[in-house]
T-cell receptor, first 120, second 112 residues
Framework: SQTIHQWPATLVQPVGSPLSLECTVE??????LYWYRQAAGRGLQLLFY??????ISSEVPQNLSASRPQDRQFILSSKKLLLSDSGFYLC???????????????????FGPGTRLTVL | DAKTTQPNSMESNEEEPVHLPCNHS???????IHWYRQLPSQGPEYVIH???SNVNNRMASLAIAEDRKSSTLILHRATLRDAAVYYC?????????????FGTGTRLLVSP
């Protein structure tokens, strides 16, 4: 079965410090990978997605970046954190275009446990 | 992705059925209706999806209106663990890579 890991679970960082959040997926190959952010009391905002190694698409201009150095590894980074970067960061994976044997599959996404980031 | 409209919040008592509505009047013929839920301090989890016919799984049932302009997620017996934010999302079928766009969802409160 597939599992998705994120670390760290919680993080408190000062403004201006760098950031690196890691996400790994086990039990599947060539997944689509996503980074979302959820500010306190708000909905999920898609930040980045990747359909393959080295392929990153950015959804929102910001001081964050993403990288995919390996097939099942997705990293979210920042060189200098802002107060507004605080939030709950979620990684997700999916298979596209189809799961084998499931003709109704339409890109169901599976989320990790998240990293709660507080920037002070 | 076409837009969906959900109530901001709903309340239920434990062990009672819960009907969570979703309006999607601009749905196209190729849009699937997906439901996810997000428990407190956790990532969203997939609940159910359907196209035209009603669907059942171990978590819930999905009732889709005949004109597909609305749908209802049914929890047959709410438990305290069902307290979460429920998201209704439309997804196109087989049109290449599509992003999942979450709205604000419905916050379900379950009382003992």
């Amino acid at each position: 079965s597939q599992t998705i890991h994120q670390w760290p679970a919680t993080l408190v960082q000062p403004v201006g410090s760098p950031l690196s959040l890691e996400c790994t997926v086990e039990g599947t190959s060539n997944p689509n990978l996503y980074w979302y952010r959820q500010a306190a009391g708000r909905g999920l905002q898609l930040l980045f997605y990747s359909v393959g190694i080295g392929q990153i698409s950015s959804e929102v201009p910001q001081n964050l970046s993403a990288s995919r150095p390996q097939d099942r590894q997705f990293i979210l980074s920042s060189k200098k954190l802002l107060l507004s970067d605080s939030g709950f960061y979620l990684c997700a994976w999916s298979l596209w275009p189809r799961l084998a044997g499931d003709p109704s599959s339409t890109d169901t996404q599976y989320f990790g446990p998240g990293t709660r980031l507080t920037v002070l | 992705d076409a837009k969906t409209t959900q109530p901001n919040s709903m309340e239920s008592n434990e062990e009672e059925p819960v009907h969570l509505p979703c309006n999607h009047s601009t749905i196209s013929g190729t849009d699937y209706i997906h439901w996810y839920r997000q428990l407190p301090s956790q990532g969203p989890e997939y609940v159910i999806h359907g196209l035209t016919s009603n669907v059942n799984n171990r978590m819930a049932s999905l009732a889709i209106a005949e004109d597909r302009k609305s749908s209802t997620l049914i929890l047959h017996r709410a438990t305290l663990r069902d307290a979460a934010v429920y998201y209704c999302i439309l997804r196109e079928k087989d049109t290449g890579f599509q992003k999942l766009v979450f709205g604000t969802g419905t916050r379900l409160l379950v009382s003992p």
